[in-house]
Nanobody, 128 residues
Framework: QVQLVESGGGLVQAGGSLRLSCAAS????????MGWFRQAPGKEREFVGA??????????YADSLKGRFTISRDNAAKNTVYLQMNSLKPEDTAVYYC???????????????????WGRGTQVTVSS
């Protein structure tokens, strides 16, 4: 099993920045892609972005978030993934979930169902 723990959420004004972290522990050797999803009240959980463990650490983003959000992984053990969020908007308010999967390709990378492991989430609130 893999355990994921998010941190870094909080309250920020519109236009501000936040950096979320997600640390993985347990059987991380089988883990490849790590990513972020978010869920706003009354809405479906949606893909934010993901970073592959190998393949040069390739990253993928939801089209609507490109340019404002950046995902990275630690260079050493690759068991921590970060989400840097800039120019935040009130509509970015949501619970942000870290997710990981064993698949080492981009197939289904935006689909929740392909992720094996989930964190409990961290709240991000952007005030106007």
């Amino acid at each position: 099993q893999v355990q994921l723990v998010e941190s870094g959420g909080g309250l920020v004004q519109a236009g501000g920045s936040l950096r979320l972290s997600c640390a993985a522990s347990g059987r991380t050797a089988s883990m490849d892609t790590m990513g972020w999803f978010r869920q706003a009240p009354g809405k479906e959980r949606e893909f934010v972005g993901a970073a592959m463990r190998w393949s040069g650490g390739s990253t993928y983003y939801a089209d609507s978030l490109k340019g404002r959000f950046t995902i990275s992984r630690d260079n050493a053990a690759k068991n921590t993934v970060y989400l840097q969020m800039n120019s935040l908007k009130p509509e970015d308010t949501a619970v942000y979930y870290c997710a990981a999967r064993n698949i080492g390709s981009i197939v289904g990378i935006t689909l929740r169902s392909t992720y094996n492991y989930w964190g409990r989430g961290t709240q991000v609130t952007v005030s106007s």
